[in-house]
């Protein structure tokens, strides 16, 4: 799995990447990773990651406007145009996020998987390689997080009463097991969804595979940044 094919050029490689590169990750990973190191290509990644989140944003607008009106502070006299400019807001931070939020998260986990690279002294490849791992990999997550918004959207937004009915929306998660923990137990266990587990295992056989070293190391890197993410989502809900 590590290694490339010796009869296929780089310059056929590069030809194939562009926009499929999303899409071959999902479907023949090997072939991507293979990609990956061959051109470094993320912006196609980067483009379906953020015209996913803002679809997720349209999405779930109106239960996000449900949740800030129930988050007023009882007997509250918001007028309406406050009200709106509190969720607009909301929607403003979120789209900013939507767009930079992939360099801040995905450029730290390259820089961390680089440097481990580095430090182990198992392979020469570049940052930017492993952040477009990252990037592509991250692909599977997002459709992940889009099929939660698309449901979220088929119900009416009073059937929401917090943020736990909303990531428990599909049992796609361990939240599953638990769907009346507290908000932070439901922020930790709905990180460990079926598409995130996928989007992990993704990042660990590239990693391997990119920096040539041992599948299990590889897998426990990744498993263990997975972890801090998860935490730092409890941590945003708190």
């Known amino acids: 799995m590590h290694e490339p094919p010796a009869s296929e050029p ?5 030809t194939r990447a562009g926009l499929w590169l999303p899409i071959t990750i999902l479907t023949r990973p090997q072939t991507a990773f293979q990609l990956i190191a061959a051109t470094g290509q993320w912006l196609p990644a980067y483009l379906v ?10 999405l779930t607008a109106p239960t996000v406007e449900h949740l800030v009106h129930l988050s007023l502070p009882a007997g509250a006299a918001a007028s309406r145009a406050e009200f709106h400019g509190m969720v607009a807001r909301d929607f403003g931070f979120e789209a900013i996020w939507t767009l930079a939020g992939p360099f801040v998260l995905w450029g730290f986990v390259g820089a961390l998987l680089w440097v481990c690279a580095v430090a182990a002294r198992v392979e020469t490849t570049s940052f930017r390689t492993y952040f477009a791992l990252c990037m592509n990999c991250a692909v599977p997550s997002e459709i992940g997080q889009f099929f939660d918004a698309a449901a979220t959207r088929l119900h009416d937004p009073s059937a929401f ?3 736990n009915d909303v990531w428990t929306v599909i049992p796609a998660s361990l939240a599953a097991l638990r769907p ?3 908000t932070a137990e439901i922020a930790f266990l709905s990180y460990w969804s079926v598409f995130a587990v996928w989007s992990l295992l993704l990042l ?3 990693y391997a595979a990119l920096a040539k070293m041992s599948l299990v ?3 426990l890197l990744v498993f263990g940044i997975g972890l801090v993410l998860a935490l730092a989502q409890v941590v945003s809900t708190s």
């Open 204 to 206: 660990g056989y590239g």
């Open 217 to 219: 190391p590889a897998l």
């Open 49 to 58: 990651i953020v015209a996913l989140g803002l679809a997720e944003l349209y």
């Open 180 to 182: 009346h923990g507290s």
């Open 10 to 14: 780089s310059g056929a490689l590069e």
């Open 161 to 163: 009463r917090s943020t």
